[in-house]
């Protein structure tokens, strides 16, 4: 069974700088995997979705990559701002009809 | 614009009582799921329908009802013998098993009163 684990669970940086956020995951063999957004009290918004044949996607200042065979991926948010605080949440699609196996969440802040 | 609706935005539910959260989309999605988030556990898969007339459980199916009926709705019934329905419910949809991505509704917040 599908295993996806975030690190760090909580995340607190000065506006400006650049941070990773990690993803890993235990089955190599997804089918995608997506990064979503979660402000509190809200939906998930989609980010970015990376194919199992795709290296990274770039979406203005964020940018993720995916390397199957370490099963991992990160998300590089670039010259961070106040508005990027939020849940930041990783899920693996296996292609199944079961859906998305989710990560437990980044919960990044922002210094202003 | 297409997207997923849910709707309450908030229910409040007594000891004993059933009650629907609504789930609708315009997306043309063949596919529907419903998940529940609690505090530090993430999201975990209640129920999931490939097609009309058909869902399968998820992990926590224990305590809830979903029905099928038209391919742009998914409600989700939670039920009496759920013991601990309090928690964020978040509908979702998607195509192609996935393949584009999967789009996620604004959630409804369930509290037991």
């Known amino acids: 069974k599908q295993e996806v684990t975030q690190i760090p669970a909580a995340l607190s940086v000065p506006e400006g700088e650049n941070l990773v956020l990690n993803c890993s995951f235990t089955?190599?063999?997804?089918?995608?995997l997506q990064w979503f957004r979660q402000d509190p009290g809200k939906g998930l918004t989609s980010l970015l979705l990376i194919q199992s044949s795709q290296r990274e996607q770039t979406s203005g200042r964020l940018n993720a990559s995916l390397d199957k065979s370490s099963g991992r991926s990160t998300l590089y948010i670039a010259a961070s701002q106040p508005g990027d605080s939020a849940t930041y949440l990783c899920?693996?699609?296996?292609?199944?009809?079961?859906?998305?196996?989710f990560g437990k969440g980044t919960h990044l802040i922002i210094q202003p | 614009d297409g997207g997923i609706t849910q709707s309450p935005k908030y229910l409040f539910r007594k000891e004993g009582q059933n009650v629907t959260l609504s789930c609708e989309q315009n997306?043309?999605?063949?596919?529907m799921y419903w998940y529940r988030q609690d505090p530090g556990q993430g999201l975990r898969l209640i129920y999931y329908?490939?097609?009309?007339?058909?869902?399968q459980k998820g992990d926590i199916a224990e305590g809830y009802s979903v029905s099928r009926e038209k391919k742009e709705s998914f409600p989700l019934t939670v039920t009496s013998a759920q013991k601990n329905p309090t928690a964020f419910y978040l509908c979702?949809?998607?195509?192609?098993?996935?393949?584009?991505?999967?789009?996620f509704g604004s959630g409804t917040r369930l509290t037991v009163v």
């Open positions: 089955d190599s063999a997804i089918y995608n």
């Open positions: 899920a693996a699609g296996g292609g199944g009809a079961d859906g998305l196996t």
């Open positions: 997306l043309n999605h063949d596919a």
């Open positions: 979702a949809s998607s195509s192609d098993l996935g393949g584009y991505g999967y789009t």
């Open positions: 329908s490939q097609i009309v007339n058909d869902f």
